[in-house]
């Protein structure tokens, strides 16, 4: 069973700079892609970053790309997601999802797994 545990979200404003973390545990770390996704009130779950399992290939959205960095250390078992910059519009909670491959992907379908969320708020 993968679970995962996100933290270091709050309430920062406009032009603020963020940096999430993701812990993961249940599984060898390295064997999964993992993902960022956030969801704001009334709206769908949306793709932020992707990596693969190794950390080789990255994916961003292309409206975020150039403000965010995600990256991760298996030896520790943690992911992150680097947020500059930051805007109103990005206030959502923003979720940790695990794959069942190394392959990473940019829809909630490559990520069954996923953490409880934190809360990202941005005051303009």
């Known amino acids: 069973q993968v679970r995962l545990v996100e933290s270091g979200g709050g309430l920062v404003q406009a032009g603020a700079s963020l940096r999430l973390s993701c812990a993961g545990t249940?599984?060898?770390?390295?064997?999964?892609?993992m993902a960022w996704f956030r969801q704001a009130p009334g709206k769908e779950r949306e793709f932020v970053a992707a990596i693969s399992g190794s950390g080789i290939t990255t994916y961003y959205a292309d409206s975020l790309k150039g403000r965010i960095t995600i990256s991760r250390d298996n030896w520790s078992n943690m992911m992150w997601l680097q947020m500059n910059s930051l805007k109103p519009e990005d206030t959502a909670v923003y979720y940790c999802?695990?794959?069942?491959?190394?392959?990473?992907?940019?829809?909630?379908?490559?990520?069954?797994?996923w953490g409880q969320g934190t809360q990202v708020t941005v005051s303009s």
């Open positions: 999802g695990a794959g069942e491959s190394a392959t990473a992907g940019t829809t909630t379908r490559y990520y069954p797994y």
């Open positions: 249940g599984r060898t770390f390295s064997a999964y892609a």
